[in-house]
């Protein structure tokens, strides 16, 4: 009897060999990358911690929202103030704008009688109570910006340069007979304030602007103020409401002076 595993007869090998045992990862020791595998790679077991680039990228991150926040509302902080400022500046604009409107067309063409006879002037001449120039400009009015005591004003607005160089137009208030006086700021935020006067000749047809007036006996038609900033010329053109001479107004004697009879 033959030998079936003898050299004659080799055996014949199989066409699907058996898988040897499975192993832990897999069938035949070939471990699977499956859901489990990367659960446990990525560590999620309860031992997940930040690397020191993330937290490097976090702390940048967060610094920079925090920057942005800051400076949107530092922003608008000073948004608000230049608002207010803006605010304030135009409504002592028009208040200013409108004392000056209020004090001319109340204007009251009061003269003086000049019973002393000082160098320059005739005794019992008629000096009027209204001047004016380019700088500077007074007259009598029953309008009074702090209204405290009812009666005749006299008020002088005056044009003078602030340390900043730019011009300041000043108010100043005194009750007719006293010498108590009161003084406030106007207008500052311009680069130039003057006056101008309207001038008609009784011969002439038409009116010019002049800088300085030196009638004595009559009052301009019109006063312009001008306020320049930069190449804007806001001009405020008043009209004076009384038209009579000021030799045929009202006489006032100041006190420690005897009205001639």
Do not use: C
């Given at each position: ?6 050299r004659e007869n080799p055996p014949v090998p199989l066409n699907n060999p058996p898988l040897p045992p499975f192993s832990k ?183 010019k602007w002049i800088e300085e007036w030196t009638d004595d006996a009559n009052l301009p038609e019109k006063i312009r103020l ?31 002076e005897e009205e001639e009879e």
């Open positions: 009897m033959k030998n079936p595993l003898s990862g897999g069938q035949g020791g070939i471990k699977k990358k499956g859901v489990k595998g990367r659960l446990r790679k990525r560590g999620l077991r309860g031992d997940y911690g930040f690397t020191l680039l993330e937290l490097l990228i976090s702390i940048v991150m967060l610094g920079i929202i925090i920057l942005i926040v800051t400076g949107a509302m530092r922003l608008g902080f000073r948004s608000i103030d230049a608002g207010e400022k803006k605010a304030e500046s135009l409504e002592r604009f028009k208040a200013s704008l409108n004392i000056i409107d209020s004090q001319i067309q109340s204007l009251l063409p009061l003269t003086s009688n000049n019973s002393n006879n000082e160098e320059g002037t005739e005794e019992g001449t008629v000096n009027s109570n209204f001047t004016g120039n380019r700088e500077s400009l007074q007259f009598s009015t029953n309008y009074s910006i702090w209204g405290v005591q009812k009666g005749y004003v006299t008020v002088s607005y005056d044009v003078s340069s602030e340390d900043t160089g730019k011009p300041v137009l000043s108010a100043t208030e005194n009750i007719m007979g006293t010498e108590e006086s009161k003084t406030t700021k106007l207008l500052n935020s311009f680069d130039e304030i003057y006056f101008d006067y309207f001038y008609k000749d009784p011969t002439e047809e038409e009116g001008h306020l320049v900033k930069g190449q804007r010329d806001l001009s405020l053109i008043i009209p004076v409401r009384v038209r009579q001479s000021n030799v045929q107004s009202s006489n006032i004697t100041f006190e420690g």
